[in-house]
């Protein structure tokens, strides 16, 4: 049975909003002007007493928002791995982001594009609206966003509108051209708990330590069906790290996919489970490790001596 009552965004504290809950009053359903629409139970809710992991989860909610994913769960099942998902963004990063959602939004070349900076701080990993306020200045002040119908904003009528210049959309055409000048590095792993500190202390800190970005979906690898966003999320790495221990098929896929559109690929596995590693895939070079220390540093001097320290800006 689902019931109804106004409550405030037990996330981001926007309110008071309509919020349903089922489950006997366990699982709230809302959708938040700010975060998106999402499911989360009490449990978690009130676990989220951390300033910084109820903005980046907002964040992250509202970014599967806009990608179309599925509405997320959150709860006690799924939290940790979405945590895990939370990226490390530099400046540069969130206004690349910023310039994306512009080329997105833009129904044509000079067409308007308005943010609520109030509400829409979370599209960009942002701490509050004068943080997505700064990279709009930063935006323009680097020729790459210009203000755009001012009419509606001085009537009153809404937030202030900009548009991409012609130089933003040839910075979004050089950006989307795959590869060439992208640090992100696509991890294809197992979400199994086991593997958590495999991936906490040895493929995330290796990948940075080699000037790259590491990009772990929060979507269990999957065979049954094609995830179009991860596609295009391999698409536009510069390698891929595929961590074949326990042997997911979802992981063979994605790595595969990479191989056939030339992007390299680093094989690893746990030692324990080399002699399972699937026979097509046995002519590559794995690293074997033993424990994450050991991965995380087989891997930096892998992918440093081969991919070489990212020279992307
Ligand atoms: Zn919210």
Redesign the pocket.
């Given at each position: 049975m689902t019931t109804e009552t106004e409550n405030l965004?037990p996330?981001?504290?926007?309110g008071p909003l309509r919020v349903g809950t089922s489950d006997h009053g366990e699982r709230l359903n809302l959708t938040?002007p700010?975060?998106g629409k999402f499911t989360i139970t009490q449990t978690v809710a009130r676990t989220l007493d951390e300033r910084q992991l109820a903005t980046k989860l907002?964040a992250w909610i509202r970014n599967r928002n806009e990608q179309g994913a599925k509405i997320p769960e959150i709860s006690t099942a799924t939290i940790k791995n979405i945590i895990d998902c939370f990226p490390t963004l530099s400046v540069i990063d969130k206004q690349a982001i910023l310039l994306e959602i512009f080329g997105r939004r833009s129904k044509y070349p000079g067409s308007s594009v308005s943010f609520d900076s109030n509400l829409d701080f979370p599209l960009i990993w942002g701490e509050n609206a004068n943080e997505l306020d700064f990279h709009l200045r930063t935006l323009m002040a680097r020729s790459l966003i210009q203000a755009g119908d001012q009419l509606k904003a001085a009537a009153g009528q809404g937030p202030p509108e900009y548009m991409l210049t012609a130089a933003g959309w040839s910075h979004l055409d050089e950006v989307n051209r795959p590869r060439s000048i992208s640090t992100q590095a696509f991890v294809a792993m197992s979400f199994d708990t086991t593997l958590r500190s495999a991936w906490r202390k040895g493929i995330e800190p290796a990948i940075i330590r080699s000037g790259y970005r590491p990009f772990r979906t929060d979507a269990q690898p999957s065979l049954d069906r094609i995830d179009v966003q991860i596609m295009a999320e391999i698409k536009r790495s510069h390698l891929v790290v595929a961590d074949v221990t326990l042997q997911r098929p979802g992981v063979y896929f994605e790595a595969g996919y990479a191989i056939g559109l030339g992007i390299p690929v680093y094989w690893c596995v746990r030692k324990d489970d080399l002699q399972n590693v699937h026979f097509d895939t046995r002519q590559y070079n794995h690293i074997v490790w033993e424990n994450p220390d050991d991965l995380c540093v087989q891997l930096h001097d892998f992918i440093y001596a081969v991919s070489g320290p990212s020279t992307a800006i």
């Open positions: 965004c996330i981001c504290a926007f938040c700010r975060c907002s």
